[in-house]
């Protein structure tokens, strides 16, 4: 057993410190399922104070240290070498105050989304990140990616969402800026360095969470359109008609939805699955009568208008579930295709259709046989794409993040619009920040953690 294991066993305890035997028998990623978890230990603090003197020990040996929430990151932010320690915040699961008159909630970082989501359910009141892997994902982890999710055309992302943290630096300092305002202009904004910065900056550990009142109405239809010029013009509509009630709209190519309304997928087609667009159309509000009668006549005149072709509206918890499956259910994609690589990019509306076409076509080219499903979120400008050409070396993955990255960067797009960067996308970002962004990167990363012991190696290039 290393000097720095047998430093943290007599200062935590075994129950705290897990053994690389005892952590092998733990999943290493909820994603890439690809076998036990391999560390030189892995932490299980209970306290921000036994955050702060893990790290101190860390950094006292120079050890680094990945710090580790619901592992179901897809970039490779949290996988950890033989070498490394893991740090795990699932037993720092407390959501410590939910403020209904000032519509904030703190939490600790290891509380898991669904929970979260339930628990301030109950005194009426709605946390707004809402993303498939809200049954395992956790806080400090959504506020670590900037997480996005389906949600973020009318609430915003995590960004948007948080207005306070608690964050243990790489030397075990604590830096805690619990801030519940709403205005605040004293200063630099702290704690803005740390969302989004995947865990090489400091470790989360508590935080303040803006609340909505939760809504009382669910208005949700599937919708078919005919041309990707007629859903843009249908968000638009939608925007205009059904204004703050709009909260999402999710685009779906028509490639995705056969996939998913056809045996051996679980969901049969609301809607015929001739047409080459779809929209699923969601408007929360506080008012049944007003709502549901607003959201069906703005459906009725974009029919006789001819802006959609069919649509198929939910009138019960069971065709809502119906609904979302077939948008959600990603992971059915896996058991058709192998191997499929997945992209999330981020660019501008009117580039959308043009990049999709250029690419299909460019993919296409390479590969005959190549399946494309893109399908996102419209609204916010973010897509996702799933490739599978049959092929699972490093060149092709390579040729393939090639051609759908590099269109990207002359349009102004992003490779990445919610899942970061981590390990898999770092030799790209130089096609979505500058070289100044990213040597300033460096000076902040150098400042805060001069040892490099915070989640070596992710995020920025060597």
């Not at 619901?70 to 320690?85: K, S």
């Not at 979260?116 to 946390?127: E, I, K, M, R, S």
């Not at 051996?264 to 709502?291: N, R």
Request: charged share 20%; aromatic share 8%; proline share 4%.
């Amino acid at each position: 057993m290393s000097d720095i294991v047998e430093r943290l066993i007599d200062t935590f305890g075994k129950s705290c410190v897990l053994t690389p035997e005892e952590a092998s028998t733990r999943v290493a990623s909820h994603w890439k399922q690809s076998g036990g978890l391999n560390c030189l230990a892995l932490l299980l603090p209970e306290t921000t104070e036994d955050v702060s003197k893990m790290l101190q020990i860390c950094h006292e040996f120079h050890q680094p240290v990945v710090p580790h929430g619901g592992l179901t990151n897809v970039v490779g932010a949290a996988d950890t070498h033989p070498n490394e320690i893991a740090l795990s915040l699932e037993r720092m699961n407390q959501v410590e105050q939910i403020d209904v008159v000032n519509k904030t909630v703190t939490v600790q970082a290891g509380v898991i989304l669904q929970q979260l989501q339930d628990n301030v359910a109950t005194h009426g009141q709605l946390f707004s990140l809402d993303l498939g892997a809200k049954g395992s994902c956790m806080i400090g982890g959504n506020i670590a990616s900037n997480a996005g999710g389906l949600q973020a055309l009318r609430y915003g992302v995590m960004r948007n969402l948080v207005l306070g943290l608690e964050v243990v630096l790489a030397d075990g300092t604590v830096v805690s800026s619990l801030n519940k305002l709403m205005k605040n202009n004293a200063g630099y904004d702290l704690k803005q360095l740390f969302i989004g910065s995947e865990g090489t900056l400091g470790i989360i550990t508590r935080a303040v969470l803006k609340l909505e009142e939760r809504p009382k109405t669910r208005n949700t239809a599937f919708i078919a359109v005919d041309s990707f010029e007629k859903a843009n013009d249908l968000l638009l509509a939608a925007k205009a008609s059904l204004k703050n009630g709009l909260t999402s709209f999710e685009l779906l190519w028509q490639d995705y939805y056969q996939l998913m309304t056809s045996k051996p997928s679980l969901f049969s087609p609301p809607l015929p699955q001739t047409y080459p667009f779809y929209v699923l159309l969601e408007s929360l509000g506080y008012d049944a009568e007003k709502d549901k009668t607003q959201f069906e006549e703005f459906l009725e005149h974009c029919l006789i208008t001819e802006l959609i072709d069919d649509a198929a509206m939910a009138q019960a918890k069971k065709e809502l579930d119906w609904f979302w499956g077939i948008r959600e259910n990603v992971e059915f994609i896996f058991s058709i295709h192998r191997p499929v690589f997945l992209f999330d990019i981020s660019l501008a509306i009117s580039d959308m259709d043009a990049y999709i076409k250029t690419i299909r076509s460019e993919l296409q080219s390479v590969w005959p046989d190549v399946h494309l499903y893109v399908f996102g979120h419209m609204g916010d400008g973010n897509l996702h794409l799933f490739v599978s050409c049959g092929e699972d070396d490093q060149p092709t993955k390579h040729r393939i993040e090639e051609l759908l990255y590099k269109p990207l960067q002359p349009i102004g797009g992003s490779i990445t619009g919610e899942h970061g960067i981590g390990l898999e996308k770092k030799p790209w970002l130089y096609l979505s920040r500058t070289s100044e962004e990213i040597a300033l990167m460096r000076t902040i990363k150098k400042a805060l953690d001069p040892r490099g012991i915070l989640n070596p190696g992710k995020l920025l290039p060597e």
